[in-house]
């Protein structure tokens, strides 16, 4: 697991892509006392958003595996205030911390700060783009409950064009092969933009704009 997130862990479909099913069994089966970790290891974590879930699992989550944490809200913090740029601010930081978590109302900048570190960044939300650390968690939800992901059917209902979370779930289980139904309120012109956006990410066209609850299949495995 390690290794799919080397680089970073900054879009769905890029750990969707990279693993196998066995995958979820071995993070279903996974002891935290069963496993030995370094302590001398410091996650930075900038949460420029008011977070309560994503926010305090990923820092207990650090904390409990043998990890420090170093936590700052903005930029605005550090010397980007000063002029400093985000190529310069990434580099640096790739010297105090061994991975970056960043939560952003900035759309792509996980994705900009790991383009010059030389760390691990994981993406807790960039703006209206991607929440691919939850969409993760729906899935070894999901695989618990029906020990598989492909062939199943899976329908998003809500705020689509809004919800980051929403993205990046379409985006995870149609990599893998379920079928994805996006019922969206309210209905707006641009969410089919959007929708054509993630399909060209997973290749696929296994993912469907519906209109009303008759246009649903028979069986639906999961409601989102």
């Not at 496993?35 to 001398?40: E, G, I, R, V």
């Not at 601010?89 to 061994?98: E, N, Q, V």
């Not at 980051?164 to 641009?190: C, D, K, Q, W």
Request: glycine letters at 4%; a positive charge; proline letters at 3%.
């Amino acid at each position: 697991m390690y290794e799919i997130i080397e680089k970073g862990f900054l879009s769905s479909y890029r750990i969707a892509s990279r693993i196998k099913e066995s995958v979820y069994e071995e993070i279903l089966k996974f002891n935290i006392n069963e496993h030995f970790y370094p302590s001398n290891y410091v996650a930075g974590i900038l949460c420029e958003e008011s977070s309560s879930r994503t926010r305090f699992s990923t820092e207990s989550a650090i904390l409990k595996l043998g990890g420090k944490v170093i936590h700052f809200s903005s930029l605005e913090e550090t010397s980007i205030k000063k002029g400093e740029t985000l190529e310069e601010s990434a580099r640096l930081w790739s010297h105090y911390f061994d991975l970056l978590a960043v939560r952003s109302k900035k759309e792509y900048l996980p994705f900009i700060l790991n383009r010059y570190s030389t760390i691990p960044v994981i993406n807790l939300g960039d703006g209206a783009n991607e929440h691919p650390t939850q969409a993760l968690a729906t899935l070894v939800h999901v695989f618990s409950r029906f020990g598989k992901i492909a062939g199943i059917n899976i329908c998003l209902w809500g705020d689509f064009l809004k919800s980051r979370t929403m993205h990046s779930v379409a985006i995870a289980f149609a990599t893998l092969g379920a079928n994805v139904f996006i019922y969206p309120i309210p209905m707006e012109a641009s969410i089919v933009y959007t929708v054509k956006q993630i399909r060209r990410r997973v290749f696929d066209s296994n993912i469907r704009i519906i209109n009303s609850i008759n246009e649903m299949p028979k069986e639906i495995n999961v409601f989102y």
